[in-house]
């Protein structure tokens, strides 16, 4: 009687288990480790399903200088062109996800894990995942507009006339 209750608990406890992610993937690591607007990253592994789209997620810590580390879960497409390579261009608005917007944007260094994910064909089946830990990505922001550089300069030259500071033009060496 003890033996079919317990297994009467263990079918029902292994019924009502949420489906795992397979690991049938592998990740190895990423290239470039420094990023701008347009570069692609190139995301190495091994038996990703080739001509499908990769779910991506950059989850960890963002770091800018003279801000306070910020919590992020940053989400992406990638292209598979092969079975050990994922293709992800970084774009103005994925590149905005990573060092802000506006004058607020400066460069930034994530660190954390990305995590791949496949869609599975059947919908009665997981999807198909893989993690690689410690991730480490220096990402740059778009150059500064002509505009706001303009404003930046009028803005600096205004404080330093309100400091009683006067930069001179330089002089040539002798």
Same mark, same amino acid.
């Given at each position: 009687?003890t ?8 079918s ?5 288990q949420r ?12 290239t470039?480790?420094?990023?701008e %607007? ?5 995301? #190495?592994?091994?038996g990703?399903p080739?001509?499908?789209? @990769?779910s991506?997620?950059f989850?960890?810590t963002?770091?800018?200088?003279? #801000? @306070?580390?910020?919590? %992020?879960?940053?989400?992406a497409?990638g ?5 050990? #390579?994922? &293709? ?5 608005g994925?590149? @905005?996800?990573?060092?802000?917007t ?5 460069h ?18 997981p999807?198909?995942?893989a ?5 480490v990505? &220096?990402?740059f ?8 550089? @303009?404003?930046?300069e009028?803005e600096?030259a ?6 009683l ?6 002089? #040539?060496?002798?």
């Amino acid at each position: 009687m003890t033996l079919g209750l317990a297994l009467v608990l263990a079918s029902c406890a292994l019924g009502c288990q949420r489906e795992l992610p397979l690991r049938l993937v592998e990740v190895h690591g990423v290239t470039p480790k420094d990023l701008e %607007a347009h570069d692609r990253l190139e995301i #190495r592994g091994a038996g990703f399903p080739q001509g499908r789209l @990769a779910s991506l997620t950059f989850r960890g810590t963002l770091h800018r200088p003279g #801000r @306070a580390p910020e919590r %992020a879960r940053i989400d992406a497409q990638g292209n598979v062109l092969g079975q050990n #390579r994922i &293709d992800l261009e970084i774009s103005e608005g994925l590149l @905005a996800s990573f060092t802000d917007t506006g004058a607020r944007a400066d460069h930034t260094t994530f660190r954390g894990e990305l995590e791949v994910v496949f869609a599975s064909q059947s919908t009665s089946a997981p999807p198909i995942a893989a993690t690689l830990q410690g991730v480490v990505l &220096d990402v740059f922001p778009s150059g500064v507009r002509v505009e706001e550089d @303009a404003t930046r300069e009028q803005e600096g030259a205004r404080v330093l006339g309100l400091s009683l500071i006067h930069i001179s033009e330089p002089t #040539r060496p002798y």
